[in-house]
């Protein structure tokens, strides 16, 4: 396949499974376009996926805010408390010299969600007000390089873990933190599963691409 220019990679499509090549053609509204080789997905078309996006990111910074500033569990042993939150755990880290470990997981749990979920709600609302044609690629790009590095489910998972093993020793009550971090996971999983940056990119596209047909036409 001849390209004329760099452009014209726009129009082509991948499949993720089968990794054959597709040009991409317009669809209707709620449909979908799957690949002739093996049956997957490879887009779908959703005119109102700005606005889902867009109250899905809201309500996740939401409960990541109540998660980070709310206690997540506070353990009891022989009449001592201890309330343990996401940033104390950081703290922690820091005071006693795993200063490598601490930063790592201050990105990976903190830093990384926070950038992710901030991109989406300025990505939705640059879509939604149909405006920042460069900005949206430059985050939609941003997005896709830090997208695999958010370890909130696996964070949640070593806590359970945790918390199962400490429970012959010591009474454990569940923090606010955790049922809001349990929300923030459950949320952030089904974004990516469905909401794919492919499907963003190509609202972006349309968007974007009327748009200059009438600032032309006028």
Partial sequence: ????????????????????????????????????????????????????GLALSIAALI???????FPLVKIEILGHEQFITIPKTFVSLFDNGFYIVGLICSFLIFIFPLMIFSIY??????????????????????LSHIMPWSMSDIFLISILVALVKLIGYAQIH???????????????????????????????KRIFLKKNRKEKSA
């Fill in 63 to 69: 409960f990541f805010a109540l998660a980070n500033f």
């Fill in 174 to 204: 569940m923090g606010i933190a955790f049922w809001a971090l349990m929300v923030f996971v459950l949320l952030d999983l089904y974004m990516t599963r469905t909401i794919h940056i492919s499907e963003i990119w190509m609202l972006r």
């Fill in 121 to 142: 709600v300025c990505l939705f609302c640059l879509l939604k007000l149909r405006i920042g044609e460069t900005l949206s690629k430059e985050l939609l790009i941003l």
């Fill in 1 to 52: 396949m001849k390209l004329e220019n760099e452009d014209a990679l726009d129009d082509l499509v991948i499949c993720h499974k089968c990794h054959t090549l597709h040009k991409e053609i317009n669809i209707q509204d709620g449909s979908k376009a799957c690949c002739r080789e093996c049956g997957t997905v490879l887009y779908r078309y959703d005119s109102r996926l700005a606005e889902h």
